[in-house]
C-alpha cells in the first residue's frame, strides 16, 4: 500500500489535477471543499443550499478515505458573510449533535468575493 492516498469522490471534481482529500496513516485533510450541487455539478443558489451541500461533501469524502465524521477533529470555514451563521450551525448540530463530542471549528470571514459564499476544510484522525 502507498504512504499516501488521494482521496476523491465523483461530487467534487477539481478542474486541476488535485484530489479532494489526501490520506497518510491515520490522518486525513482536505482542499477546500464548497457547496457545489452534487447532481448538477453547478454551485448552489444561496448560502443555505450551498452549507447543505458541503457537508453531504464532507460526509463523502471522509468516508471515502476510511473514517467517517467522528474522525473529524478540526474545521476551518470561511464565509462571505459570518452573520449568516445560522446556516452553518444548522448543518454542523445536524451532524455533531452531542455536544461533548465536536470538532474544533473556526469561522472565517472570507475577504475574497466568491460564487462560493461558504466553503471549509478538515482535519481528521482515524482509529487505529
Do not use: Y
Amino acid at each position: 500500500m502507498q504512504r499516501r492516498m488521494s482521496i476523491h469522490i465523483d461530487e467534487l471534481k477539481h478542474e486541476n489535477p488535485i484530489p479532494a482529500g489526501c490520506r497518510v496513516g491515520n490522518l486525513i485533510t482536505t482542499g477546500v471543499i464548497n457547496g457545489v450541487d452534487p447532481e448538477t455539478g453547478q454551485v448552489a443558489d444561496g448560502v443555505e443550499a450551498q452549507c447543505a451541500h458541503m457537508f453531504q461533501h464532507v460526509r463523502r469524502i471522509v468516508e471515502a478515505g476510511g473514517g467517517s465524521t467522528d474522525d473529524i477533529i478540526k474545521m476551518t470555514v470561511w464565509m462571505q458573510d459570518r452573520s449568516q451563521r445560522e446556516h452553518l450551525n444548522r448543518e454542523w448540530l445536524a451532524m455533531f449533535p452531542d455536544e461533548h463530542s465536536r470538532p474544533a471549528r473556526h469561522a472565517v470571514q472570507s475577504s475574497e468575493k466568491s460564487k462560493f459564499l461558504i466553503q471549509c476544510v478538515f482535519e481528521a484522525v482515524l482509529a487505529d
